[in-house]
């Protein structure tokens, strides 16, 4: 019994791997703190592919004329006018009531190594999808090097989140409160469809979008993402 006893006494001879952690505070806390609130939304989700065919038709256009537009631009540009048709996604919640801003200035998600910021481009329904493509590009790299003023980021009615250039086909995002509605986009991927009665392969990618039950019912935001995906196929980008 002794024996046993000090046997089970002695001291490991492994030593406790060392804990890495990351505390949720500065940056990394604002974004948990904001997500949690996000997250406790009464949040609905509707997801559905668009052909990209005309946009990635416009993209190559532009490119051979020494001009760069990404994806994200075009779907900026139809999010944006969508937008004014359907004002009740164009909103804030707040404590009683939901709030319907006049201005569309959307959120662009931009991931940095400690988290992820989200800029803002004021009045984004009346820029075109080059304007949206340059304002895009200054925000992101502004983000990432930290030179964004405060400003920047506030007064967002509505956000836009790209995994474009991930593996990722779908995701449904968390909404970026006290907005009442995001976009989450996936990667481009060439994928069997029908036009015309034939199958063939055509450039797809999906689009999902989660809302708050509490502003707005599945009808008007389905009528919402319908616009939005009839804009990118049928390149309607005034």
């Given amino acids: 019994m002794a024996a046993s006893a000090a046997a089970s006494a002695a001291p490991s001879s492994t030593a406790p791997a060392e804990r890495r952690v990351v505390a949720l505070s500065g940056l990394r806390g604002a974004i948990a703190r904001n997500m949690a609130q996000g997250w406790q939304a009464p949040r609905v989700a509707h997801s559905v592919d668009v052909d990209l ?10 490119a051979a ?3 760069k537009l990404s ?21 804030l919640m ?11 200035n959307i959120g662009v998600a931009v991931a940095l190594d400690e988290g ?6 004021r009045q984004a329904d009346t820029k075109s999808v080059a304007m949206l493509a340059a304002e895009t590009r200054q925000l992101a790299e502004g983000a990432r090097a930290g030179a964004l003023t405060g400003g920047a980021y506030q007064r967002g009615t509505f956000t836009v989140t790209n995994l474009g250039s991930t593996v990722v ?5 968390v909404i970026n409160p006290p907005q ?14 029908v036009r015309d009665g034939a199958i063939l392969a055509a450039p797809l990618a999906n689009l999902t979008l989660v809302f708050d039950h509490r502003a707005v019912d599945g009808y008007p935001a389905a009528l919402f993402l319908g616009e939005i995906v009839r804009r990118l196929e049928q390149a309607e980008f005034d």
Avoid: C, W, Y
């Fill in 71 to 91: 994806v994200n631009a075009f779907v900026i540009h139809a999010v944006a006018r969508a937008l004014r048709s359907h004002p009740r996604l164009n909103a």
């Fill in 53 to 62: 065919t005309r946009v990635e038709a416009l993209r190559a256009e532009r």
């Fill in 180 to 193: 009442v509605a995001i976009l989450g986009v996936g990667r481009t991927r060439q994928q069997a469809t």
């Fill in 169 to 173: 086909d779908r995701f449904s995002p």
């Fill in 116 to 121: 992820l910021m989200v800029p803002v481009i």
């Fill in 94 to 104: 707040r404590e009683k009531e939901v709030e319907l801003i006049d201005d569309i």
């Fill in 65 to 67: 004329a020494g001009e």
